[in-house]
């Protein structure tokens, strides 16, 4: 699998950088955040296959999020400036979405079934 999320990204975002010092660092940094957020949801996802718990389901939501947060981030980090969604930088919807993402997390572990 980290393999896949490392091939999959290598070519349009890790080679481009690959010499621009201590900014490859942080996009390797993000790259192993998106890598822990997709093996965290696959995990969620088998073991709610598994035990079909409602906590699991918003567990599983909430870890898609996070990868969907560390996508945005890394785009920030790699192309800055480039994509906004009008006044809104997507560092602050990367921001809001880890935020949403540890909200769910929150929720489901929580939860009373």
């Known amino acids: ?5 490392v091939g999959i990204l290598a ?5 481009p950088h690959i010499f ?3 900014h490859i660092a ?10 822990l957020a997709t093996f965290l949801t696959i995990l969620s996802v088998m073991a709610y296959v598994r035990v079909h718990s409602k906590r699991l389901l918003i567990t599983i939501f909430a870890f ?3 990868v969907m947060a560390e996508i945005v981030t890394l785009l920030d ?5 480039l994509y906004n969604l009008g006044d809104l930088a ?7 979405l880890m935020i949403m993402s ?5 929720m489901g572990v929580f939860r009373n079934d």
Do not use: C, D, K, Q
Not at 1 to 5: D, K, L, P, R, Y
Not at 11 to 15: F, K, M, T
């Open 26 to 35: 942080h996009i390797l940094l993000h790259v192993g955040g998106i890598t």
């Open 20 to 22: 621009h010092g201590f």
């Open 90 to 96: 997507l560092l602050e919807v990367g921001h809001l």
């Open 11 to 15: 070519a349009p975002v890790i080679l």
């Open 1 to 5: 699998m980290v393999a896949g999320v």
């Open 77 to 81: 980090a790699t192309w800055p400036s």
């Open 64 to 66: 898609s999020t996070f």
């Open 102 to 106: 540890l909200g769910l997390l929150a």
